[in-house]
């Protein structure tokens, strides 16, 4: 039998090592215990396994309080947040009832090849100091995963783009090419890019760099057994789940503000894909049929609602039902999705596209904001198998690098996106499930 499921880190840890995860990892103990490990030590079995590939974290009394390492500010997940829904919670799945809908995932093969990010993965694992490697590998079925965050401040696990060498940040940048596509990766590194010069364009490259970005790896890069990797910091979250060769690219976040600056002469734009996709979309729809989508004609600040600390989430199905499209409104709205989609590798994206496609007429999408070329708004579409939210979001902490006030209203400059699994195969849960239940060595 592994660890149980208490967040911690892999293989030994040093008194420095022990020190720097301390917080986090003394509220996991507490969250862990107060949940009756106990009997889920004792179990044995696929019993065992099973309750281990699930989330053994419940809200108690003595376990509710807020992690030290939780955001100091909104988590961009609207009223999501470790105070409402968090960790403490056992992972279950974004729901459009409470109800999570059976079936929908199975452990089988899609022809993806996952040699190269194995590879990747090992390579870079090699690369790492004795140290880095005891901060930034956990268990696979850690709540490690969980614990991410849009925000700049967010107190993050791993190792940092900041203290890593030159060779070893080229061996990371490897394991994302081997993840992504060219789009993806160009999307990585833009976003990051933005973050440096509108760091220094208000002074604050403390808070806004780079660098501040992190690297966590679960479980042991393998063929056969479930692993998996995190890449998180601002604006910036990609949770990628590898079980043979079925991928599961989610929880993503994207996000940038300013969306577009110039950076040594050259204007640099990112998280453009979705915003042209979502309006093409919009537009393509007949008036009756706006009507239906749009569930407001204004912007709030912040409309989203299943961003970091909200993996369960429930939130019904609303607005437009896409069985009523015809076929090219209804390749537009697949157009948002694939703006997600397509930042993973193109046999990843073609299995992912295929699922999406399955379930196009139980697709709903929502609609709150203009729908001009230059208008802030706000779409989600929400099917059984995905879910995917553009939110132009108002000015924030960046807002002088672009001239604006913070709180100014909602505009295009600043942008918030995440596509989700409903239904609990967020961070591939649902085939690790399945996979401890129906393995004979876990048996």
Not at 133 to 146: C, G, I, L, P
Not at 253 to 263: D, L, Q
Not at 402 to 421: D, E, L, P, W
């Amino acid at each position: 039998m592994t660890e149980l499921d208490t967040g911690e880190p892999t293989g030994p840890q040093s008194e420095p090592g022990r020190r720097v995860h301390a917080s986090r990892r003394n509220f996991m103990r507490k969250v862990f215990f107060a949940s009756g490990a106990t009997a889920v030590a004792t179990m044995g079995g696929a019993g065992a396994w099973a309750a281990m590939a699930d989330d053994t974290t419940t809200t108690t009394a003595d376990a509710s309080a807020t992690p030290s390492g939780a955001p100091s500010g909104a988590p961009g997940g609207g009223t999501g947040g470790p105070g409402n829904q968090s960790i403490t919670e056992e992972f279950f799945g974004l729901t459009a009832d409470g109800k999570r809908i059976d079936d929908l995932y199975t452990i089988h093969s899609t022809g993806v090849a996952t040699a190269p990010v194995i590879a990747a993965a090992n390579a870079f694992l090699v690369g790492l100091t004795d140290t880095q490697k005891t901060a930034t590998q956990f268990t696979v079925h850690s709540t490690e995963w969980r614990l991410w965050s849009n925000v700049d401040s967010y107190e993050r696990q791993g190792v940092t783009l900041a203290d890593m060498t030159d060779d070893q940040k080229a061996l990371g940048t490897a394991l994302l090419k081997s993840a992504l596509s060219a789009d993806g990766l160009e999307t990585s590194e833009k976003i990051r890019k933005i973050n440096q010069a509108a760091g220094e364009a208000i002074n604050n490259t403390d808070s806004f760099n780079e660098d501040a970005y992190y690297w966590t790896l679960m479980g042991t890069p393998s063929a056969t057994e479930p692993w998996g990797f995190q890449f998180d910091g601002h604006h910036q979250v990609i949770n990628y789940f590898v079980l043979g060769d079925q991928v599961v690219m989610s929880p993503c976040f994207w996000g940038s503000e300013p969306t577009s600056m110039e950076i040594d002469g050259e204007t640099v734009t990112v998280c453009h894909e979705e915003v042209v996709a979502s309006l093409a979309f919009v537009n393509s729809l007949t008036d009756a049929q706006q009507k239906a989508v749009i569930e407001s004609t204004t912007k709030s600040n912040e409309s989203m609602k299943a961003g970091a600390f909200s993996d369960n989430a429930v939130q019904e199905y609303t607005g437009l039902r896409a069985r009523v499209l015809n076929a090219a409104q209804k390749k537009k709205l697949l157009g948002i999705v694939e703006a997600f989609v397509g930042r993973a590798k193109a046999d990843v994206a073609k299995v992912r596209m295929a699922e999406v496609r399955k379930h196009i007429d139980d697709t709903y999408v929502t609609w709150a904001g203009g729908i001009a070329d230059d208008s802030a708004f706000y779409v989600r579409v929400h099917s059984p198998v995905v879910w995917v939210e553009v939110d132009c979001q108002a000015p924030g902490p960046l807002a002088g690098a672009y001239g604006a006030s913070q709180g100014s209203g909602a505009t295009q400059k600043h942008v918030h996106s995440v596509i989700r699994t409903p239904n609990g195969n967020d961070y591939g849960r649902e085939l690790l499930r399945q996979h401890y239940l129906t393995s004979p060595h876990h048996q």
